[in-house]
């Protein structure tokens, strides 16, 4: 199914009604926290997040294995596989494991616990983000205000929750926010964003349904300008009528924010289900090639047994990961980092 398809068929299922109140907040965000029980409270959110797929490796790894331990022959690389596919991280990445723990282990009499380190190991140099390193990479902010992010990606995999999170982060650290209601295909997509700008007490640009997104883009580029606010972050549709007309939509866009602010826009951030099953995800390389996009959010990790899945989008796109969505409230969201990640997976 190309991306055009997966659009038409998004528009029989996804009508506006099913927007509206579905899509509205679940709660308010809370503020307030400082910053070490925040962070302890994003780890328990990421391990909650990941439970479904922790549990897959180590339940399933664990009945692989005998108590006294097992030896590593063929058949137990054979299940050993078919429960790292069950992960959603591919055939190559499955591979390529079961190809360490051979290697490590030939023959040999192992426990649970060395298998898991093999596999942590490996799916480490997978995930690596860069070639310079594992740094975390959430959004830098440009030299001088503002700075200016697109966010991007197929309808319904979390562009605007994604977003009222991102402002939530942005907001909580004393930064002026304002938002761009870009996504003016639904109109229910510009009242879910107005409902996040209301609760998160930011500004929010908008315009009629059916109206020009760049012109969106161009006014809130502008009152973030006169307005002295350190970020503008501004929504954008999942589907137009054609993928021609939707990455249209998104050069154009780009084009007028170039026009006001050299630089922007500063980060263009494709937002990735992590539901959605790899074939979904490869058919977002549409827009990440064609929104010449900086980096990715990988939403609904805490919805999956499949957070495996982020092996093929590190290896697919070559963008880094910024941030994992943990959830439906403003503070579901962590910088994503290769060894807390890890650390939630296994330990
Ligand atoms: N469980 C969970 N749900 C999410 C997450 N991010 C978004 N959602 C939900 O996914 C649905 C679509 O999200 P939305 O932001 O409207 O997607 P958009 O169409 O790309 O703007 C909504 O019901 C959101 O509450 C997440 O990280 N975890
Ligand atoms: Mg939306």
Known sequence: MGLLDRFRKEDAADTDS????????????????????AKRGLFARLRSGLQKTSDLLRTDVRDLLKKEGDIVDDAFLTRLYAILVKTDMGNAAATAIRDEVLARHRARKVHMEEILATIRDKFRELLAQAPGGDAESPLELAPSAPTVVVVVGVNGSGKTTSIAKLTNLFVKQGKKVVLGAGDTFRAAAVEQLTIWAD??????????????PASVAHRAVAVACETGADICIVDTAGRLQTQSNLMDQLTKIRRVMSKQVAEAPHEVLLVLDATAGQNAISQARGFSDAANCTGIILAKLDGTAKGGVIIPIRQQFDLPVKYVGLGETADDLDVFNVDRFLDALFD
């Open 18 to 37: 099913a927007a509206g109140a579905a899509d509205a907040p679940a709660e308010a965000p809370s503020t307030g926290e400082s910053d070490e029980p």
């Open 199 to 212: 609760r998160l007490d930011c500004e929010i640009v908008k315009a009629e349904q059916g109206s020009d």
